[in-house]
């Protein structure tokens, strides 16, 4: 794990944004995995300044989104599907026919889970994904106990999940969905890279858990430590509880140039 603490969101944000930047300029025709939820809102903003200051190209990237609530429709402002194309999707020259995400009004959900993981072996496998962390440690919707072999499923959300998403539904609990469907754990750990961003202090737990806490499917992301490429960005406040966070200060001080990002 690559652990970068930064002042704040928008410097983390934007250095993940230069990652994410640098692969489709390697490979225009890359294959990303997408997160919703608050933390990667900047990074979205700032991908879409690239796209339009700097000609970033998305027309040849595939997406594939982490997940989705169960029996709430595109058109509903609350799905992530909107909440995609509100933030993302709809302000770059991203092809429609690349975008994928799971399908929460399927009629067949086991089996239209099982072909969004076929989807994404047949474009190649995600070769980036987002992560955000949920304040008790859930990656996509794999809550605490989701197994570390999991693929693509409906889930249920924890209570606190709904306590914490409540505020996108008007602060009325009874409105959150009680399922999802979300990426496996097991899918998570497929992609080539996952670039994880944490920022405020109400992830400071989670953060700590996931990069020194050990690993155990009650802190699902805390698998994240057996991944060959994950870099972590965090802001000063979710990094309040890592023991070793002047190391990691200086270990990134002290990376060659070329290394950063
Ligand atoms: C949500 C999403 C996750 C997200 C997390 C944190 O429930 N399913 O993909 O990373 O919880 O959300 P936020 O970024 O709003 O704190």
Not at 6 to 26: F, M, Q, T, Y
Not at 111 to 139: K, P, R
Request: hydrophobic share 40%; net charge negative; proline share 6%.
């Amino acid at each position: 794990m690559e652990i970068i603490i930064n002042k704040d969101a928008p410097s983390g944000s934007h250095a993940a944004a230069r990652v994410v930047a640098k692969l489709i300029r390697e490979k225009p025709d890359a294959v990303l995995g997408l997160a919703t939820g608050s933390t990667p809102l900047i990074l979205y903003q700032e991908l879409i300044r690239m796209h339009r200051d700097e000609g970033l190209d998305f027309s040849a990237v595939t997406t594939f989104n982490l997940d989705e609530y169960v029996k709430v429709p595109p058109d509903n402002e609350q799905s992530y599907s909107y909440f995609m194309w509100e933030n993302l999707f709809s302000q770059i020259n991203i092809n429609p026919e690349n975008v994928h995400i799971p399908n929460g009004m399927a009629t067949d959900i086991p089996a239209s889970c099982a072909a969004y993981e076929q989807a994404i072996v047949q474009a190649g496998g995600i070769d980036l994904q987002v992560l955000g962390i949920g304040s008790d440690g859930h990656v996509g919707f794999n809550e605490p106990t989701s197994s570390f072999a999991s693929r693509t499923r409906i889930k249920t959300l924890t209570r606190q999940t709904v306590k914490d998403n409540a505020r996108f539904f008007g602060g009325d609990e009874s409105q959150v969905p009680h399922h999802c469907i979300t990426m496996g754990i097991g899918t998570i750990m497929d992609a080539r890279m996952n670039l994880v961003l944490a920022f405020g202090a109400n992830k400071s737990r989670a953060v700590a858990a996931t990069i020194e806490g050990p690993v155990a499917a009650v802190i699902p992301a805390s698998i994240l430590q057996h991944h060959p490429c994950t870099r972590i960005f965090v802001d000063e406040p979710a990094a309040a509880h890592l023991k070793l966070a002047d190391y990691y200060r200086w270990v990134y001080d002290n990376k060659p140039a070329w290394q950063r990002v």
